[in-house]
């Protein structure tokens, strides 16, 4: 309003959005090429215990991911549908998010996510890999679950098995 340049604050607002993608990042470190993959949103509203998705980081999400070619699927234990036309699909339990994920990325860190049957996910995952946007998982539970895990700002957990990348002859 009066003119003076912010450049502490647009800093912080640009790291704040960036840091919004860093799950994002991981997956691509993770699984080198995203597009055609399949990857799956734990959790879409802003905090849990709130069906609030004003600012919520999964949408930024969502859409950098679809962006980059990727099928998006997502569970929210509140939310049922979204505003306008975002590129997702819903799915009414956390089982069937995982059926068919190359990877499974916790953006909402809900109590009911701490307490899953990882093991059972993993089974149904193409590739179990894990990104904990929320540091709220314990990685030695989901590494003994058979996931390759990642937080954010955390070492990696678990190993890949699988060949991230084909090539054709």
Not at 4 to 10: I, K, Q, S, Y
Not at 58 to 64: F, H, M, S, T
Not at 79 to 104: H, I, K, R, S
Request: glycine fraction near 8%; charge should be negative; proline fraction near 5%.
């Amino acid at each position: 309003d009066y003119g003076v340049e912010t450049a502490l604050l647009n800093a912080t607002i640009a790291t704040n959005q960036r840091q919004r993608l860093q799950a994002v990042d991981k997956l691509q470190q993770t699984l080198k090429i995203l597009k055609g993959k399949t990857i799956g949103l734990l959790g879409l509203t802003f905090k849990p215990d709130t069906d609030d998705l004003r600012d919520a980081p999964a949408l930024d999400i969502i859409q950098e991911l679809a962006r980059l070619g990727a099928k998006v699927k997502a569970y929210d234990p509140i939310v049922e549908a979204l505003p306008g036309e975002v590129p997702v699909t819903l799915t009414d339990t956390a089982t069937a998010l995982a059926y068919g994920c190359d990877a499974l990325v916790l953006v909402t860190d809900w109590q009911e996510f701490k307490v899953l049957d990882y093991a059972d996910l993993a089974g149904r995952m193409n590739h179990p890999v894990m990104i904990d946007g929320r540091n709220c998982l314990d990685p030695q539970q989901l590494e003994a679950a058979g996931f390759y895990y990642q937080g954010i700002g955390r070492p990696s957990v678990g190993q890949m098995t699988w060949p991230m990348m084909t090539i054709a002859a």
